[in-house]
């Protein structure tokens, strides 16, 4: 390869990633909600060791906060952690976060799908622990270009219960 095509596919390679990066933005989000219990998503044939499910059907609250990137102000990836609380049961969480605005304008909906990890302190020593997984979608208004305003319900699968979430939330 000659130096004038070398000079000119590191152009248009520098050109594109700065295009690129110029649409990617750190964001910060945190959001709390009700966490309302529907019910057990497995059945158990109790044994001498059983100390009852895992949630007793108990409707719990929940707060997180996640950092991750948005893509052209329409995508959002990040990592996050939260707390949750089922009357006296505390514990955490740990997951990914994905959230899709599929138009650009003030209000928008959003779909919202967390994958990861929880752990509560119930009735079993040292707690239990299981993965999580929430699909949502919901309503989001952007206040100015960096801050937005948002709520969403949908499902939440974890501790081997099913629950709906509500929650509301704020990026920036």
């Known amino acids: 390869m000659n130096r004038k095509g070398l000079i000119t596919i590191i152009s248009i390679a520098i050109f594109v990633a700065n295009q690129g990066y110029s649409q990617i933005n750190y964001s910060i989000k945190a959001e709390t909600g009700f966490l309302n219990y529907q019910f057990n998503t497995v059945q ?12 007793d059907e108990e409707n719990g609250i929940d707060f997180n906060i996640i950092n991750g990137f948005e893509f052209k102000n329409k995508l959002f990836t990040g990592i996050g952690i939260g707390y949750i609380n089922f009357k006296g049961v505390s514990g955490f969480s740990i997951f990914s976060d994905f959230e899709y605005l599929p138009l650009k304008s003030r209000l928008t909906p959003l779909i919202n799908l967390k994958i990861g990890y929880s752990h509560i302190w119930n009735q079993y020593e040292n707690g239990t622990g299981t993965g999580l997984g929430e699909f949502g979608i919901g309503l989001n208004y952007r206040l100015t270009e960096k801050l937005n305003i948002y709520t969403k319900s949908g499902f939440t699968i974890t501790q081997q219960s099913s629950l709906i979430p509500i929650s509301l939330g704020i990026r920036f």
């Open 44 to 55: 158990v044939d109790p044994g001498p060791s059983w100390k009852g499910y895992n949630l």
